[in-house]
């Protein structure tokens, strides 16, 4: 006992879960208990500034703030409340149909903002008072919306991949180019949900209000988005990073002289306070989260975990199980981002020992970080879709349950078939 007291691997792990146990924010625990290890061991506090320095000066995480900047712009523009539009027509009086239009469009605004939170923002507040005014119940309405906007962190371009590329050092092109198709799994097995519980209590929606011409016009310059950008990185004409410039330009272009929703100073002014306030909070989290994964390396608790595993059993679908199980646990209570500079070091030798591709491993780790955006108690999707829709967090999450297990049976898809994630990126060169 006293030889794992005088262990820093343990005072590093040990005080990081008990500021987590009581509530301090994220950020502060990972760096907090960092900077106590640092200090307590002499590991040299001088290096401090160069790691909060290194932490965050990578070319591949400047593709993070213009994102977000891109998603709060093409929001402001009104292309979300077009592409809704747009699906309805299409879709929208089937049994069901306004749960479809919820799934497609969720689905397709991950293209466009990267981020959970923003998507249920973003489409929640026009998606939920819809479905209720056509029928649908709220809880189920607002978990619908909720739980397939997680999905905006594994439909490209996705912040999430851009995190685990850097972390991993996997090209990110390659895993936006893996995350379509699994994307779009999960997408169908939720859907499948959603016509499952409509037909059994008889959701529909209503007739077309417009011509599905005026509607496709309309949504035109939306459908383009992701397009533009993943046509471009694809085709080799920009990285991931210029990308994330240019939907930013694209976004401006369009709020401001195609729909003209763009149109004063104060509209820009709030879309980059936005932006900034997103951005400040998920920059300081990869700063410290960055500093605690130096400090987990230095004092040997990254090959300590590692180790652990594997002793557990030496077969890889067992050690995966394990994985899976830790990852759908701490996503429950941890961000994505914390999760993969804090978790992923400990995986990567576990990767080398089987040889697990990486990319595959990304985006299953991904999938999985999904769904616990939107699993209790720190469901940051649900809280968004809870607050939108104006019910309690037990309603939201008791009509989330269904989503959950179906995104769960397309995750269990995902990881028994990894051909499902690399057959994209190699048949485009990626990788």
Known sequence: MGEILQDPAFWLLGIFVAAILV???????????????????????????YNFFAGIAKFPLLAIPFFIVAGFTMERAGIAARLIAFMEVMVGSMTGGLGVVAVLVATFWGAVSGSGPATVAALGLILIPGMVRAGYGKPFAAATVSVTSGLAIVIPPSIAFIIYGGVADVSVPALFAAGVVPGLIVAAFIMGAVLIISRRRGYRGSAPQVPLLRAFREAFWGLMAPIIILGGIYGGVFSPTEAAAVAVV????????IYRTINTMKALFDILAASVKATAVVMLVVTCAGLFSWVSSSVGLIEKGSALLLAVSGN????????????????????AISIYYVLLPFMLPLMAHFGWDPIWFGVMMTVNLAIGQVTPPVAVNLYMGANISGISMEQISRASLPFIGAALAALAVIVAFPSLSTFLPRALGLC
């Open 23 to 49: 509530r301090v924010p994220i950020a502060i625990a990972l760096g907090m208990s960092a900077l106590v290890v640092m200090w307590q061991w002499d590991l040299g506090t001088a290096m401090l500034s």
């Open 316 to 335: 890889q679908w067992v050690i995966m199980l394990m994985i899976n199980v830790i990852l759908l646990l701490s996503g429950m209570i941890l961000d």
């Open 250 to 257: 694209y976004g401006l272009f369009v709020g401001t002289f």
